[in-house]
């Protein structure tokens, strides 16, 4: 049975930009996505299709594919996003996430998301809650 793996931002500009310096990495781990169901945080999509990805046709279609996909599921970042906000705004911890980084955690820490690993090329904002919770790190280290 296929596992559920949240793919970051990072991923997603890797993978389509040859210009990237985790491109490499990020075609490699492409190649097995197509044995999990791959789930997307709506503000990983909101953070990836900027002004620059949105103006090049071929990244777009790209993409599209995955969105298409019957084994892909958009995680709504409404449970998520309010606590975010007051999160960056004023942190309680001396950690400083952005809030796409901080709703990606959320959804990691949250017992009603099952979730198996996380593909991020931004490791360390994510293994502590990642180890915390027995899901696997997929970074540039595996991808090789």
């Given at each position: 049975m296929p596992k559920n793996i949240i793919a970051d931002t990072g991923f997603w500009i890797a993978l389509f930009n040859e210009r990237d310096q985790h491109h490499a990495d990020a075609l490699r781990i492409e190649c097995s996505l197509e044995?999990?169901?791959?789930v997307i945080p709506w503000?990983?999509?909101?953070?990836?299709?900027?002004?620059r990805f949105a103006k090049?046709?071929?990244?777009?279609?790209?993409l599209k594919v995955y969105l298409d996909k019957s084994n892909t599921l958009k995680i709504d970042d409404a449970p998520y996003k309010d606590r975010a906000i007051e999160?960056?705004?004023?942190?309680?911890?001396?950690?400083y996430f952005s809030a796409v980084d901080f709703i990606?955690?959320?959804?990691?820490?949250?017992?009603?998301?099952?979730?198996?690993?996380?593909?991020?090329?931004?490791?360390?904002?994510?293994?502590?809650?990642?180890?915390?919770?027995?899901?696997?790190?997929?970074?540039?280290?595996?991808?090789?």
């Open positions: 044995h999990f169901n791959l503000p990983t999509l909101y953070e990836t299709i900027n002004t090049r046709a071929k990244w777009r279609q790209g999160e960056v705004i004023t942190p309680l911890s001396k950690r990606i955690r959320s959804i990691l820490e949250d017992p009603n998301v099952k979730t198996d690993a996380l593909i991020t090329f931004n490791e360390a904002d994510f293994s502590d809650v990642c180890y915390g919770n027995g899901i696997e790190l997929v970074s540039r280290q595996q991808a090789r």
